[in-house]
C-alpha cells in the first residue's frame, strides 16, 4: 500500500520554527519528485517547496522563500521542510506529495501520491 505521512505540524508562535516530516512507504522515492503544499480556510492550495530526488535541486515558493528549506534522507526514503521565522501567514493545512518527477514542480496534477496533511498554526 503506498502512503506517505505527515508529522512535525503543530502551534508555534511568530517567529518560531518547524520542521515537518514526510515518509513513505510503499515505494521508494529515488525517482520521484516530492512537494509541500499548503492550503488555509477559503485559499486556494498554494505551492510551498519541493525537490527532485536525484540531483537534489530544490525549489520555493515565492511566500516561503529565505525562510523554508527542503532536505532528503535517502536512508529513512523521507523528506523534511524546515520552517523558520513563521508568520500568522503561514498558517495552513500542509500537504506532501510524490510523483514521479518532470520539472513541472509548482504544479499539484504533477504529483500522484498525497499524504492526508498536517496542521500548522502559528499564533501569538
Known amino acids: 500500500q503506498v502512503q506517505l505521512v505527515e508529522s512535525g505540524g503543530g502551534l508555534v508562535q511568530p517567529g518560531g520554527s518547524l520542521r515537518l516530516s514526510c515518509a513513505a512507504s510503499g515505494f521508494t522515492l529515488d525517482k520521484a519528485s516530492i512537494g509541500w503544499f499548503r492550503q488555509a480556510p477559503g485559499k486556494e492550495r498554494e505551492f510551498v517547496a519541493a525537490?527532485?530526488?536525484?540531483?537534489?535541486?530544490?525549489y520555493y515558493g515565492d511566500s516561503v522563500k529565505g525562510r523554508f528549506t527542503i532536505f532528503r534522507d535517502s536512508t529513512k526514503n523521507a523528506v523534511h521542510l524546515h520552517m523558520n521565522n513563521l508568520e500568522p501567514e503561514d498558517t495552513a493545512i500542509y500537504y506532501c506529495?510524490?510523483?514521479?518527477?518532470?520539472?513541472?514542480?509548482?504544479?499539484?496534477?504533477?504529483?500522484?501520491?498525497w499524504g492526508q496533511g498536517t496542521q500548522v498554526t502559528v499564533t501569538s
Open positions: 506529495a510524490a510523483g514521479a518527477g518532470g520539472d513541472q514542480y509548482a504544479r499539484s496534477d504533477s504529483y500522484n501520491y
Open positions: 525537490i527532485r530526488w536525484i540531483g537534489g535541486n530544490s
